[in-house]
């Protein structure tokens, strides 16, 4: 283990997160200011004292943000098929990709290494049917696409717009869940209907509902979607990395033992 430079050290271009969001860093930022970076960066040597980012990539960007002149590395030698692989790996054991950073992740090894759905589930530790599921969201239409990556639809809504033949019924039925706040559930409704109109589809809001959902995300600081038939139903709350979901159960966890329990009537 070595301790260099950050001029040193050049991103991957294996590296399957194509957006940072920054604000997610901020307790990973904290915990680093005060004891410092305790796992470290993963590299190949380039050239002398020259590396490139294999795995770490938050750490080092958590590291710049810091003002940290030197990071802690370790040295290895990987082909390039292991670099996508490992960055892609420790991504999905962090939770830390989109779902279309992910499938392109997976295209990446299909094209680039000429690697079969059954070799990539292998590899990565998914089932084949994930790994299939996932390269389909490649196919929808580009502002479907664009939507699913700044999290405005959800994997489980993207996939079963997949399931509309067209892409005109798939921007349709996108925009009615943009439009009306579809669940997966309601979408699924539509659709086995045996015939139906995009224009005849109506969700009435509920506005207690919605109001209930504005206090839970104020609270908890993500998105939250209540779902209510009758007087059953669940609530869906959404994380996006382990560290977020740690702070949810927190915040939660918190609430209860202060008696500040948001109450709700269903």
Wanted: charged share 35%; glycine share 4%.
């Amino acid at each position: 283990m070595l301790e260099v430079e950050i001029s040193k050290i050049k991103p991957s271009p294996w590296q399957p997160r194509e957006n940072f969001d920054i604000s997610k860093l901020e307790e990973l930022i904290a915990s680093i200011k005060i004891h410092g970076i305790i796992e470290p960066l993963v590299v190949t040597e380039k050239e002398k004292d020259k590396y490139e980012l294999i795995v770490g990539h938050r750490r080092l960007e958590a590291a710049k943000i810091l003002g940290f002149e030197k990071v802690p590395i370790i040295i290895r030698e990987a082909k390039e098929q292991e670099k996508l692989e490992l960055a892609l790996v420790e991504n999905l054991q962090r939770r830390d990709l989109n779902a279309l950073e992910r499938a392109r992740a997976y295209q990446k090894l299909q094209k680039e290494f000429n690697l079969s759905q059954i070799e990539i589930a292998q590899r990565i530790g998914k089932a084949r049917a994930t790994i299939a599921n996932s390269l389909r969201l490649l196919d929808l239409p580009e502002e479907i696409k664009r939507a699913l990556a700044e999290g405005k639809i959800s994997e489980g809504q993207a996939k079963v717009i997949l399931s509309f033949k067209t892409s005109k019924e798939q921007v349709n039925i996108y925009k009615k869940i943009i439009q009306s706040g579809l669940t997966v559930r309601e979408i699924e409704r539509i659709k086995s209907k045996k015939s139906f109109s995009f224009d005849e589809i109506k969700i009435e809001k509920d506005f207690e509902l919605q109001d209930k959902e504005t206090r839970l995300r104020e609270v908890l600081g993500t998105k939250v979607k209540i779902e209510k038939q009758k007087e059953k139903g669940q609530i869906i709350i959404d994380f996006y990395s382990e560290e977020e979901l740690e702070e949810i159960v927190k915040k939660i966890v918190s609430s209860i033992n202060k008696n500040q329990m948001i109450d709700f009537e269903f």
